[in-house]
């Protein structure tokens, strides 16, 4: 056992050191710590045992080794505070044994690494016989070469805003600058030519050390490369990220498309469909517009007409208009839009379904001429012309009716004709002899057909006249002698009646009763 004052030692290797023998009990221990240039080491040591620890720039080490003199029953300890380590409890050790404990890692870092050996009592530790500690500690004058790792933000569709972030790790307290800068593809990343985007940002100044690119609207489609360098300082080296391994994944936008059916209407009407163009990025192209008869037909692509091509207008509202078709047959008809997409954008279509336009029967116009009355009895007739509509046909009922009020309530007809065939638009009554005086109305009734709805004309527009007959000369003879002669307006007729009292007379061209000396006219109706 060696006993006595310390005595200074100089550590191996260049530069400063020192060196402390240790007593502990009856036993010594050293420890020698020394710098040289990038390195620190430090060395200690306890009977029979010693512990070793040393930092470069980019690594650290420590280690324990027992040596010859550890007999039986002799415990061992080996304590450690550097982070990401863990040391020994209670070993047990009767023999030589070498290297027992060590660790390594990546600089810098700072900690000690602890010895202790006790003797054995009832085999369990008994008191410290020994103990020796070392130290690492950054070595001086390094400069490091921190890492850096980055994170892209997510692409998306044209328009999407994205932007890069870069982390720092490991190094002497980075500071500085990191510059980001985004390519169109790998190739150009590798080449470092035509950036899209370049911006030069600061480090943060606490951890986690890192920094943030400018934001950049995205433009076009494709996979663009982030490449992020950072500028290292007097204490850290410049380090970049990869070519590839950041790639940000741009997509065709989705634009929508919004559709306005025209009003359709009566069979002959003209109808079209319009296109609205939303989303997206800056619309362009075309929207063909494609008619089908149905919802079915729509499903099936059975088409009755299909549009040109018709350019979106160039500035928002993005629009587009079909011509104008004009069905020839009755039904809902479906309008389907279709946008052709551009190289920014989508092509994307409107639903079955979602724009009916529908045509009904057309309406035809109805216009009647009755023929001229007169002095009854009179034959009269009803004329009745069809305009307008899809190319009329069927039949015309006419009625004759005694007065308006029958006429709209639709009763007591004097007259109702057979169901009269249109003839180029136009249909005739039979002829009606109106016996008696009187406004009688007519009214027209056309039935429709597949085509073109039915239609009637209105009570009160066509009355017919039949004006009474009227007497324009009686001679009478002496008091008490009766009518004498009698001239019809029909006719011209005239007879000569003598000293009649009281009787009928019949008289060429009209009919009447003649009592007491007068002719008291009577209303007949005949066909």
């Known amino acids: 056992m060696e006993t006595g004052s310390d005595t200074p030692h100089r550590s191996r290797g260049t530069g400063h050191g020192f060196g402390r023998r240790l007593l502990s009990g009856s036993a010594a221990g050293l420890v020698a710590i020394g710098f040289a240039g990038t390195a620190s080491i430090a060395t200690a040591y306890a009977h029979s045992g010693s512990v070793v620890a040393s930092e470069t720039c980019s690594s650290w080490s420590a280690s324990v080794t ?61 008191a410290r016989e020994f103990t020796a500690t070392a130290s690492i500690v950054p070595a001086h004058g390094c400069v490091a070469s921190p890492t850096i790792d980055t994170t892209a933000s ?24 990191v510059t980001f800068r985004l390519f169109a593809n ?7 030519t035509g950036a899209l985007s370049t911006s030069t940002e600061a480090l943060s100044a606490t951890a986690p050390i890192l920094a943030t690119s400018k934001d950049f609207v995205t433009a076009g489609v494709g996979t663009f490369q982030w490449l992020a360098s950072y500028s290292g300082d007097q204490a850290n080296h410049t380090v970049s990220s990869v070519c590839g391994s950041e790639p940000v994944s741009v997509s065709k936008a989705t634009p929508s498309i919004s559709t306005h059916a025209s009003a359709g209407g009566p069979l002959g009407t003209a109808i079209q469909d319009s296109a609205t163009v ?31 091509a018709e350019p979106l207008s160039t500035r928002a509202p993005f629009t587009a208009t079909s011509g104008a078709y004009t ?5 809902t008809f479906q309008w389907r839009a279709t946008y052709s997409g551009d190289a920014h954008n989508q092509g994307t279509s409107s639903a079955c379904g979602d724009e009916p336009d529908s045509i009904g029967q057309a309406a035809p116009a109805i216009t009647t001429t009755a023929s001229a009355g007169g002095v009854a009895p009179v034959s009269v007739h009803d004329t009745a012309t069809l305009a307008g509509g899809a190319n009329p046909s069927g039949t015309v009922v006419f009625a004759l ?14 007259y109702t004709s057979p169901a009269e065939t249109l003839a180029a638009g136009v249909a005739t009554s039979g002829s009606f002899s109106l016996a008696t005086a009187g406004t009688d109305q007519w009214k027209a009734t056309y039935s429709g ?62 009919l009447g009763t003649v009592l007491a000396g007068a002719i008291q006219p009577r209303r007949r109706r005949s066909i």
Do not use: M
């Open 66 to 126: 027992l040596a010859h003199n550890v007999t039986i029953d002799r415990f061992v300890d080996v304590l450690t505070t550097i982070p990401g380590t863990s040391g020994i409890s209670g070993g047990h050790y009767d023999s030589s044994k070498g290297l027992i404990w060590d660790a390594a890692g990546a600089a810098p870092s700072t900690g000690t690494v602890t010895l202790n050996i006790y003797s054995g009592k009832s085999g369990a530790p008994g």
């Open 154 to 177: 997510p692409g998306g569709p044209v328009g999407t805003v994205i932007h890069d972030t870069a982390t720092i790790t490991g190094g002497n307290g980075p500071t500085g600058t």
């Open 186 to 192: 790998t190739a150009d990343c590798t080449a470092g």
């Open 278 to 308: 939303t989303g997206g990025d800056s619309p362009t192209g075309t929207v063909t517009f494609t008619l089908f008869a149905g919802t079915a037909s729509c499903t099936d692509g059975n088409a009755l007409y299909t549009s040109p």
């Open 327 to 331: 069905p020839a047959g009755l039904g």
């Open 401 to 414: 009716y005694p007065d308006t009020v029958s006429c709209s309530a639709g009763t007591g007809a004097v």
């Open 449 to 510: 057909d597949a085509n073109n709805a039915a239609v009637s004309s209105t009570c009160g527009d066509e009355p017919v006249t039949a004006d009474p007959g009227s007497v324009q000369g009686i001679t009478t003879g002496p008091p008490g002698g009766g009518v004498q002669a009698i001239t019809t307006p029909s006719t011209g007729a005239s007879g000569i009646v003598a000293d009649i009292s009281l009787g009928a007379l019949l008289i060429l061209g009209g």
